[in-house]
């Protein structure tokens, strides 16, 4: 006996297949086939590709002739409506198989791929036609595309980071579309960094600051000074008290005297020895007086 789990899975899987008519997308997801629906579904459900990776595209074949796939771009705003025209994939037309990669994904009018400028939108959709035909058999759902200058919100990635620095205290938020972030952005990025400065701070913060930092500067400068002053009369008083202590002149050199002189001893008086009654001693005799 087979199990009715078995049973209803199968049902399910045979009523999805069929329920895809011919010409359908199904990658990207398709658009509900009530066309009165177009471009209502919320936005932020949006699946996001980017630009140099490749995209897998496929549809339920038809049972007899070609495809041709065309890329449609779409105002955010008002998501019924085209920008621009219609614009070819690189040899997306006359296609006879099911499927299409599109590799790399370019949007700059090179090598064949369309030319849109994901500044102005970066919500598209794909539109599935059978080759020559005027009506589209498939639309898919809204999809973003992303690059190294627009992420995907739609948003330019360098204001984008400017306005992250420049908004850190903001708590305004915005939900009203999914091109917008929960906080607020400015339109365009500061012009200079002052500007970033004095926006994350506030300008309250920034006169207050303003002011701290010169009562900080002049207190150190004052305090600076004194203590330079203080050095150099310390200097100055250790320099006059060595200059005022005399110098004791080396033994035997009186002042005034620039070389050292040392004074003889006097000569030792003569020993005077009688030789009155020595008849040993010399006689010397005394010359005589002419």
């Known amino acids: 006996m087979i199990p009715i789990s078995l049973i209803a899975f199968g049902f399910l899987l045979f009523s999805t297949v069929h329920s895809q008519s011919p010409g359908t997308f199904i990658n990207p997801s398709p658009q509900p086939q009530d066309f009165a629906r177009f471009g209502t579904d919320p936005l932020s459900g949006n699946a996001v590709y980017t630009v140099g990776n490749l995209l897998n595209i496929t549809w339920v074949p038809l049972e007899s002739g070609s495809m041709t796939i065309v890329m449609w771009q779409v105002d955010p705003e008002r998501p019924r409506n085209q920008i621009g025209d219609l614009q070819y994939l690189p040899g997306s037309s006359n296609l006879d198989a099911s499927h299409y990669t599109w ?8 090598n064949g791929n369309p030319d849109f400028d994901l500044t102005d939108s970066n919500v598209f959709y794909f539109a599935l036609y059978q080759t020559n035909g005027l009506t589209p058999l498939s639309l898919t759902s809204f999809f973003n595309l992303t690059d190294s200058k627009v992420n995907a ?75 330079l002053v203080a050095l150099l009369a310390g200097i100055y008083l250790l320099l006059k008290r060595k200059k005022a202590t005399p110098t004791s002149p080396p033994p035997g050199l009186t002042a005034g005297q620039t070389e050292y002189k040392q004074e003889m001893p006097p000569s030792p008086k003569p020993r005077l020895v009688s030789t009155y009654g020595d008849s040993s001693s010399p006689m010397h005799e005394l010359p005589s007086y002419q």
């Open 103 to 110: 590799n790399p994904i370019g949007v700059d009018g090179n």
């Open 153 to 227: 919100l739609g948003q330019s990635i360098s204001a984008t980071t400017s306005s992250i620095l420049s908004t850190t205290s903001s708590t305004t938020s915005s939900t009203s579309s999914p091109f917008h972030s929960t906080a607020a952005i400015p339109s365009s990025p500061p012009a200079t960094t002052s500007a970033i400065i004095s926006a994350s701070t506030g300008t309250s913060g920034s006169s207050d600051m303003t002011t701290g930092a010169k009562a900080g500067i002049g207190l150190g400068v004052s305090f600076g000074v004194a203590i």
